[in-house]
């Protein structure tokens, strides 16, 4: 989430929507990176694009109402890192407790009603939480202490990324870079047009595949 602006107004033509729009389509883990928050449901709720998310994107144009129960299985996972954090915080025992469950830290979706958290609870299939003290700080002593904590953050962080599932299109197919590749040059045909995306399987008898068409 690197760009992205602190302040995200809802607006469907703008660049850092379009980028963030890209980004979670094309990738197979969508990181949230933000620094020194203490309120993990305001901080989400900052994140307003993932709103627009169900209006902007449809999996099947004849299913409107269930598109946001579609998209749920075709967009990637979400993990959010918490940098900065004090080198005695307790996010990191708090995290570890909950095994790094984002929902954990959250109210459910159905108390939040329209809040991007809630969004966010229901459109991606997995949410996770990491945090990460700064690797300098302090003197001599603290600054050892707190690299080595941030190492071990790290190297948590790292294998949990290393061992999710690949980037997959509908079928459980791999995507490939040729894939990955044509994917991009058909999002960017759509939003140049400014129109939805629809996302539909089409079958022809032999194996299923993704045609990405406007919507007229």
């Not at 209006?55 to 004849?62: A, I, M």
């Amino acid at each position: 989430t690197e760009g992205l602006p602190e302040q995200m107004e809802e607006d469907e033509k703008s660049i850092s929507f379009k980028l963030f729009l890209l980004d979670v389509l094309l990738c197979n883990i969508f990181i949230y990176n933000t620094k020194g928050v203490w309120d993990p449901q305001e901080e989400l709720d900052k994140l307003t694009y993932v709103k627009m998310l169900p209006d902007k994107v449809r999996v099947l144009e004849d299913c409107p109402l269930e598109n946001s129960f579609l998209l749920s299985s075709m967009l990637p996972d979400f993990v959010w890192c918490l940098r900065d954090v004090a080198s005695d915080s307790f996010w990191e025992e708090v995290l570890q407790a909950m095994d790094h469950n984002l929902v954990e830290l959250l109210s459910s979706p159905a108390a939040l009603e329209n809040m991007p958290s809630s969004y966010i609870q229901t459109l991606f299939p997995s949410q996770k939480a990491f945090c990460f003290c700064s690797p300098h700080v302090g003197g001599k002593d603290e600054e050892a202490v707190s690299s080595d904590m941030f190492q071990a953050q790290l190297w948590l962080f790292k294998d949990y990324i290393l061992n999710q599932r690949p980037k997959n299109s509908h079928g459980s197919k791999f995507v490939n870079g040729k894939v990955w590749s044509a994917m991009l040059e058909r999002f960017l045909d759509v939003l140049s047009l400014e129109e939805p995306i629809l996302l539909n399987e089409s079958c022809d008898g032999r194996e299923a595949a993704f045609s990405w068409v406007g919507l007229g």
